[in-house]
């Protein structure tokens, strides 16, 4: 005779199928809300991402560049001025005191060492960043080389005196830094320009040989690399700088001289202004209004007229 569950048992059984069912309820629950909350994550964390990304600032904005103008560029022209005037100075006044103003040029070049290299300039903009580095390694090579000349700075004539800096290695390597320095300032400019204006490439390697047609047609701000890069090359100093080129050789073309001379390159016509000394500090604001008077430009003191 088969045996009839009595009602204990049909009770535990139908406890043990309630539990087991809420046991696989509870499983089932428990992954779909592990999954819900993953899911949220992902997508919280894929917001904050793309927010972060929103919000992070252009590395060329134009108040990053009038900061470097003001803390680093400045700091390093004032040396450079001086270190031109001093030249001036030997080269016409025979009873200068050489000696002492060398020792003078290497105290400026290590407190414009000191200011600059107080400066923050962010990773982000690495041509900015690149222009403090090489500004610093220049008034450092700047200060050794007028310290150890110095001594000796009054024996001879100033044209002798001259050619001893000009062929020292400390000097040299200086003098290359501080115009790396310039051009990787200038390509920053590039940079903020093509922010602005999508038209206008971030970067522009200048080919060997640039024709005047193709020159003509270029942005300002492209134009003004070319010639920085060009000073570079010549690796001199000078107190007029990339963008006084520009303009004087946009005139040159302008004016019918480089038909009348046959000339047919930026190159050619760069060379010839610089080896002339043609060119002088101020001639792009003296002929912006002629020549770049829609042009976009950063609102750098050294492009406009002083109030």
Known sequence: MEKRLNRSDLMFSLAFLLML???VGAFFYGVKVGTDRTETRLAVAEVTVNSTAALQPNAYQQQDLVSFYHTVFLSYREFQNDWITAQDKWLSDPTADRAASMKELAKSAQKKYDAIKGVYVAPIS???KNSQTS???????????FSALAEKANEGTADMVMDKVNGNSFYKEGRAQALTAQKEYYSSMLKWAESVN???PGDYASPE?????KWKALPLLVKIKISSDFLSEQNELTDF???DLTARIDQFISSGQADKRKVKSFNAIAELLVSTEAVRNGDFVSMKSRFYESEQLPQLPFFFLEK
Not at 135 to 145: C, G, I, V
Not at 209 to 213: A, P, T
């Open 21 to 23: 069912i809420i046991a």
């Open 126 to 128: 690495p041509h900015l």
């Open 135 to 145: 500004y610093l390694k220049s008034l450092k090579l700047f200060n050794e080389s």
């Open 198 to 200: 999508s038209d206008i």
């Open 209 to 213: 040989v640039l024709s005047i047609s």
């Open 241 to 243: 700088l990339p963008h």
